[in-house]
């Protein structure tokens, strides 16, 4: 695509319009508008144009404006309450201190479109300039109701340290990366601390390349309220009906919600199980002189289900060496006594709500740190003061088909 056959042909250069659909209604919320250019027998992307460092900064100034006129045009017929998602450079952006860019959308807030129906996707990949200038430049959009979102977030995590700074509206979330389920677990511990973090700071989250239905299940599961991908819909020249996919979302959420009630029932019936297992236990072996010899008797019953146990106090100090899963073997590791762990995620919540509630937890799945392996920890109230933590292993967690997910 040669940038001179583009700029001398702008009548062929046009919009499209990717759909967002929501969660909580199941419609088109908004649309992503996206550069295309119409050849004589196919339509191309003009993602590479604006990509290609060797073509003027000016250039795609111009493209970029005929894209963002002609799209605008169109979405004044739009509902007064649909989103607009304008991509922008940083750098492209601040060449004139966004003057021009605020002033057209303003020109068109006089024409039915308000400016906080604007979500501005600003990219940072390649900015040369400070980021403070472009900070104020943020700022000054929303004091006009402009919504700033982040894109490529879970493929770029250099922009981890500018979330703060920014504090999006919206965070977009690349599933790209997520097109099987043989996905690492790691990767998707990455895209839920994202979500977490989301929701620490007040912001929408977005999943976009969302391409199979594992994907949708899995920005569903992790607070997702807008979906962007190809498994619902492709960018169009022409805007969709709103309710397209409600059907079909209304239908694959009901799947998800049921596969998730299902879940969550066979924990909470495993914890029961783990409850009154670990009571039979306790009252077998009651008469212990040491925690080392409570353990080395559990070690008898629980050789199948746990690969470590140990004894800790409310505060989090370990009251018991480490009892460990060798291989066939267990053994005693001595220097694990004294240790603290109220640092731990959790570990002071948790021990509030077995004193409590009197009864044991099951931890979500997390990966040791010492094995690498994925693990959950069931925690046990001995009395009003110490508690039992066994760590299930990965074989155990396998045999349960709830365990893993």
């Known amino acids: 695509m040669d940038a001179l056959d583009i700029l001398t042909d702008l009548d062929n250069v046009i919009p499209f319009f990717q759909a967002i659909f929501s969660a909580d209604e199941h419609k088109v919320i908004g649309y ?55 991509n922008r450079d940083a750098d492209l952006l601040m060449q004139d201190d966004g003057e021009v860019f605020l002033q057209m959308l303003l020109s068109y807030e006089e024409k039915g479109i308000s400016l906080n129906r604007i979500v501005l996707e600003i990219s ?95 920005a569903w599961k992790n607070g997702g309220r807008f979906y962007q991908g190809y498994y619902l819909h492709y960018p169009e020249e022409q805007f969709v009906d ?47 002189s040491t925690y080392e010899e409570l353990l080395e008797f559990l070690t008898i019953e629980l050789s199948d289900v ?18 460990f899963k060798e291989d066939s073997d267990w053994i005693l590791q001595s220097h694990y006594k004294n240790k603290n762990w109220s640092w731990r995620p959790y570990f002071l919540e948790n021990i509030i709500r077995m004193r409590n509630e009197k009864k044991g937890i099951l931890s979500d799945l997390y990966s040791d740190i010492e094995t690498g392996e994925t693990v959950r920890t069931y925690s046990f109230p001995l009395n009003s003061h110490d508690y039992l933590f066994i760590d299930l292993s990965y074989n155990f967690l396998d045999k349960m088909d709830v365990l893993l997910n």
Do not use: W
């Open 306 to 323: 746990a690969f470590r146990m140990y004894v800790c106090d409310e505060d989090g100090f370990q009251k018991s060496e480490n009892i």
């Open 124 to 218: 940072e990949r390649n900015y040369k300039g400070q980021s403070d200038h472009l900070d104020h430049l943020l700022i000054y959009y929303r004091t006009y109701g402009i919504k700033v979102a982040i894109d490529k977030m879970g493929s770029d995590s250099s922009y981890l340290d500018r979330i703060g700074e920014l504090a999006p509206d919206i965070l977009k979330i690349d599933l790209l990366a997520l097109r099987s389920t043989s996905t690492s677990h790691t990767y998707q511990n990455v895209l839920y601390s994202l979500s977490m973090l989301a929701r620490k700071i007040g912001a929408t989250l977005l999943f976009e390349n969302i391409e199979m239905v594992y994907q949708l299940q899995f």
């Open 32 to 86: 992503e508008i996206l550069g295309r250019y119409r050849t004589h027998n196919s339509i191309e992307s003009l993602g590479p144009f604006f990509m290609d460092e060797g073509i003027p900064e000016e250039y795609k100034q111009e493209v970029d404006h005929v894209v963002l006129t002609k799209a605008l045009d169109k979405a004044v017929e739009l509902d007064k309450d649909v989103l607009l998602f304008i």
């Open 242 to 288: 709103r309710h397209i996919r409600k059907t079909t979302l209304r239908n694959e959420f009901h799947e998800f919600i049921s596969y998730e009630k299902k879940k969550l029932t066979g924990i909470f019936q495993l914890t029961e199980s783990f409850q009154s297992h670990i009571q039979e236990l306790l009252g077998k072996y009651r008469k212990y």
